[in-house]
Structure formats: structure tokens, C-alpha cells
């Protein structure tokens, strides 16, 4: 989220005139997020080529108006009032895949689970692990998601698009866990991955083996929005969770996963305050027990 004031009507006015039927206002988000909670968007805007996206941060940088990118939903809580900004859609070239050699080439709106689709139906290995990651490529880069191989491990090339710059640049930025040094005003528009030549039916049953383990340990039956919190260095939130006994604790329909400790799900009705209310119980929780702060992986808009 890049910081800036509500939209008013005029600005609704003038976002009207330059993107016409591209942009949806006070669209609600809930059905956008894989937790299924909070409020409308003051506007949602897709945008499918790199032209408009310039326009549209160029409008949000002039009119300071706050505003967001959205991906599938998958890491991210929207309170309850919802979004006073515009949140931005990617789709159309922004969501290709290309092979060249070991390069792929995927947009920054390409779902993680696409990439490693395709990276298996050419027989490329390395980007198996990445399968679980419920998002695109964009917001996996901004926060080097991954499990034992994080995408920065595979990043060579990033195109982006910033705030006030009428052009595309292109950027390495340097990763660590959990995050990167991307700038917060940079969209990610495609980047470059170097993966290594296999077995397409290795690469397969390696992709197919991940999935199935990890559909047995997370609760993917129900809406929820991925890990909530960052591992502390040398041990893993979910067991720090589970020892401190917030496995099943319930907030309105939120609850610690019984089958995961370090997922919150909506079982039905939850509030976004619901879920944020569950977090902190939690991180106060593994404190008093453990001694250790635990940090928040989810974002909230």
C-alpha cells in the first residue's frame, strides 16, 4: 500500500473519464480475498498493459490518493470499513508466461501455481517448492514467498513500473525472509526466473507430491489467508502457537486451525476485527508462554 488520501468525488469523477468501464466503484473486496472479510474498495481498477498502469499511478501520484495492488487475495486482510483508495487489478499481458532455454518469463500477475504448471510441461525443475505459494509472481517477489526455496532464490530480471516514472525499468532486488527491497511504490510488471533442465515426469510427480502434502497439513477447505505469521529465527510459529494452546481458539466465526496453528479461518460470518482481534490473543498468547513477539506475515489494507 502506498500512502495518500481518501478519494473524493472529483477524483472519482476524473478516474471515470480516463479508464471508463476499467474501473468498479465502492466494489466489494471480501469475495476478492481468500479470507473472505472486509469492506468495499472506494475503487477497483483493472488494468491489462503497461500504457494504462503508467496513466493510473501517474493519476494516483498527482491526486495523492492512496492506493494498492491486489493479486488472488491470498496474504492480505481488508478491515471491515473497507479501502478509501483504488485498488489495482492486474490482467491481460501481465499475466503471460514465456519460455526461453531455463528462462521463464512471467508476468507479475502470472499465478504462482501457472508458473509451476508450466515450468513442469517443459521439463524445468526448481520452481516445485513454489507450488504452495497461493499468489502471483508480483507479490511473491515483494515478500520472497516460498518454503525451502524462496522465488528470490530464482529471480535474475524484474521489470517495474513506479509512481511518477513514464517508463519500465528493470531491478534486481536484493532478498531476505519474508521480504525484499523492492520499492513500495515499484508494480512488478514481469521477471525473469533461471530454472534448471529435468524430467518432466519427475518434475510432475514432484509437483504433484508437494500438493498433496500440502493439502494434509493446511486447512484449504476453508477460507483463510495463509500463514499469518513470520517464523522467528530458529523455530516456526505454528509450534510456538500450538504450545502456548491457541489451537481452536475462536473470535466470531474466526478460529485458530486446529489443523494448522499458524492458519486463522473463517468458519463462517468472521469480521475482518474478528480475525485481527484472533491475532493479537495469539501473539499475546506465545509471548507469555514462549517470551517471543511474533510478527504478523499477513498484510492488512
Not at 500500500?1 to 474501473?23: E, H
Not at 472506494?42 to 493519476?59: E, H, P, Q, R, T
Not at 534448471?196 to 497439513?217: F, H, K, M, T, Y
Not at 475462536?250 to 479461518?265: L, Q, R, T, Y
Request: hydrophobic share 45%.
Amino acid at each position: 500500500m502506498v500512502p495518500g488520501d481518501a478519494l473524493r468525488d472529483d477524483q472519482r469523477r476524473g478516474l471515470a473519464a480516463l479508464f471508463g468501464d476499467a474501473v468498479r466503484f465502492d466494489e466489494p473486496l471480501a469475495p476478492r480475498t481468500s479470507m473472505r472479510v472486509g469492506g468495499p474498495a472506494a475503487a477497483l481498477v483493472n488494468i491489462c498493459d503497461v500504457g494504462s498502469l503508467i496513466a493510473l499511478l501517474d493519476f494516483c501520484q498527482s491526486q495523492g490518493v492512496v492506493w494498492t495492488i491486489l493479486g488472488l487475495g491470498s496474504n492480505v486482510l481488508v478491515h471491515d470499513e473497507g479501502f478509501a483508495g483504488i485498488v489495482i487489478r492486474l490482467g491481460g499481458s501481465f499475466t503471460a508466461i514465456a519460455i526461453t532455454g531455463t528462462i521463464m518469463h512471467a508476468g507479475g500477475a502470472a499465478p504462482i501455481a501457472a508458473v509451476c504448471r508450466q515450468a513442469a510441461q517443459y521439463g524445468l525443475r526448481g520452481a516445485e517448492p513454489l507450488v504452495g505459494v497461493p499468489g502471483t509472481v508480483g507479490g511473491a517477489i515483494r515478500m520472497n514467498a516460498g518454503t525451502n526455496v524462496e522465488i528470490g532464490d530464482l529471480v535474475r530480471r524484474v521489470e517495474v513500473v513506479s509512481a511518477g516514472k513514464d517508463v519500465r525499468a528493470v531491478t534486481l532486488p536484493e532478498f531476505s525472509y519474508r521480504s525484499s527491497t523492492l520499492a513500495r511504490d515499484a508494480v512488478v510488471c514481469a521477471a525473469d526466473l533461471e530454472l534448471q533442465r529435468g524430467d518432466p515426469v519427475e518434475v510432475r510427480r514432484e509437483l504433484r507430491r508437494r500438493i498433496q502434502e500440502r493439502n494434509a497439513s493446511q486447512p484449504l477447505e476453508l477460507p483463510n489467508s495463509g500463514s499469518i505469521f513470520r517464523n522467528p529465527a530458529g523455530d516456526h510459529a505454528a509450534r510456538l502457537i500450538e504450545s502456548a494452546g491457541c489451537k481452536g481458539w475462536h473470535c466470531g466465526g474466526a478460529e485458530v486451525s486446529p489443523k494448522h496453528a499458524n492458519f486463522i479461518v473463517n468458519r463462517g460470518g468472521a469480521t475482518c476485527a474478528d480475525v485481527l482481534e484472533l491475532i493479537e490473543r495469539v501473539r499475546a498468547a506465545v509471548k507469555r508462554d514462549s517470551g517471543i513477539e511474533l510478527e504478523t506475515e499477513v498484510h492488512v489494507l
